[in-house]
T-cell receptor, first 111, second 111 residues
Framework: DAGVIQSPRHEVTEMGQEVTLRCKPI?????LFWYRQTMMRGLELLIY????????DSGMPEDRFSAKMPNASFSTLKIQPSEPRDSAVYFC?????????FGPGTRLLVL | KNQVEQSPQSLIILEGKNCTLQ??????????LRWYKQDTGRGPVSLTI?????NTKSNGRYTATLDADTKQSSLHITASQLSDSASYIC??????????FGTGTRLAVRP
């Protein structure tokens, strides 16, 4: 298995633009998580899904952030409009119960 | 407020030496405690997951301990190798899959 796949690996955009991050979880995993990591705040859980259904989105910072999981093999995290403070590494992870497998992350820079 | 504090923030040791990283938490109700290793530029990788009834768990040269009474955990690395250079993150889960993250300990192993 290729593991969790994220795209793009790097994204540079200008403030106000829409950003879409993509994730393909490991086949057979029924949990999918989106995290954000910054030097200041460390690792933060944004939202997680179980069987494609959003379970807890209390970590989503504000309405500019939205996440979808239309099927078991694909999820997106969208930021619209983006702001410089959204600059971070965004990780997707998938898993079965407690064990999570992280993707390589998307490094986002908003200018 | 649920909190996870890790110490030290950073650590430098010589190759072959042992070291111990600390994690103190004030998370309630407690479900499990996880240690992750994160190499620079990569996603975290799970090392151990410990439930309330477990007070020690090993994964190769990594040994985690848990004292649920004092709400402390440690990660002991034996005979360190250059590849152990990474950030080590302690994560505590409470009921309902709420996760509280530590800010990590950055370990550098020097030859």
């Amino acid at each position: 298995d290729a593991g969790v796949i994220q795209s793009p690996r790097h994204e540079v955009t200008e403030m106000g633009q829409e950003v879409t991050l993509r994730c393909k979880p490991i086949s057979g995993h029924d949990y999918l998580f989106w995290y954000r990591q910054t030097m200041m705040r460390g690792l933060e859980l944004l939202i997680y899904f179980n069987n494609n259904v959003p379970i807890d989105d209390s970590g989503m910072p504000e309405d500019r952030f939205s996440a979808k999981m239309p099927n078991a093999s694909f999820s997106t995290l969208k930021i619209q409009p983006s702001e410089p403070r959204d600059s971070a590494v965004y990780f997707c992870a998938s898993g079965l119960q407690e064990t999570q497998y992280f993707g390589p992350g998307t490094r986002l820079l908003v200018l | 407020k649920n909190q996870v504090e890790q110490s030290p923030q950073s650590l430098i040791i010589l190759e072959g030496k042992n070291c111990t990283l600390q994690c103190n938490y004030t998370v309630s109700p407690f479900s499990n405690l996880r240690w992750y290793k994160q190499d620079t530029g990569r996603g975290p990788v799970s090392l151990t997951i410990m439930t309330f009834s477990e007070n020690t768990k090993s994964n190769g040269r990594y040994t985690a301990t848990l004292d649920a009474d004092t709400k402390q955990s440690s990660l002991h690395i034996t005979a360190s190798q250059l590849s152990d250079s990474a950030s080590y993150i302690c994560v505590v889960a409470s009921s309902g899959d709420k996760l509280t993250f530590g800010t990590g300990t950055r370990l550098a192993v020097r030859p």
